[in-house]
């Protein structure tokens, strides 16, 4: 499986804080992508990393790809308490056809303190 | 921005029964997808949908489910008899090619 697994699963810090999440998957990738996940919602899409790329920023996000260690990671500086959701790293593979299969990891579930 | 969306939000059904989920993806995204979520665990890949046929499937993507997209706009999900364990969030999502993924709210699904 190539299958993404988040690491921590669980994640507590005082808001102003940074926050690292990172991912690790098994086999080759076109991209990698990063969502956010409020209680009892929808996926929101936050950041894709294509396999030729090192690193991202988007806003106070900023994701890094390490494609020969097979991991990425997340980093959420200056921490809100709106920023608490669960976050998950998704592993793209393209298939055939113009096809391409999008497999989550379990997730890392962040709690911002106020 | 255009967004995906789902209908219903809640369907509470019996066991053996069959459901329908809806979805209406962005309108000129190709590919589609179901994907689903037992509570507080990880979100699965079901089934992708591309040029009105089955592209990949999963494992739990049984003879039970079957998916549709039966007038250019909606996208079905249907499971013909419902057990106790397909209660879940299930989720719709679309794609243009080799980009990110559009996510509906979800139809949280509880068999009874």
């Known amino acids: 499986s190539q299958q993404g697994e988040e690491d921590p699963q669980a994640l507590s810090i005082q808001e102003g804080e940074n926050a690292t999440m990172n991912c690790s998957y098994k086999?080759?990738?076109?991209?990698l992508q990063w969502y956010r996940q409020n209680s009892g919602r929808g996926l929101v899409h936050l950041i894709l990393i294509r396999s030729n790329e090192r690193e991202k920023h988007s806003g106070r996000l900023r994701v890094t790809l390490d494609t020969s260690k097979k991991s990425s990671s997340l980093l959420i500086t200056a921490s809100r308490a709106a920023d608490t959701a669960s976050y998950f790293c998704a592993t793209v593979f393209l298939l055939g056809a113009g096809s391409y299969q999008l497999t989550f990891g379990k997730g890392t579930k962040l709690s911002v303190i106020p | 921005e255009p967004e995906v969306t789902q209908t219903p939000s809640h369907q509470v059904t019996q066991m053996g029964q069959e459901v329908i989920l809806r979805c209406v993806p962005i309108?000129?995204?190709?590919?589609f997808y179901w994907y689903r979520q037992i509570l507080g665990q990880k979100v699965e890949f079901l089934v992708s949908f591309y040029n009105n046929e089955i592209s990949e499937k999963s494992e739990i993507f049984d003879d039970q489910f079957s998916v549709e997209r039966p007038d250019g706009s909606n996208f079905t999900l249907k499971i013909r008899s419902t057990k106790l364990e397909d209660s879940a969030m299930y989720f719709c999502a679309s794609t243009a090619y080799n980009s990110p993924l559009h996510f509906g709210n979800g139809t949280r699904l509880t068999v009874t």
């Open positions: 086999t080759s990738i076109n991209n």
């Open positions: 309108s000129n995204h190709l590919y």
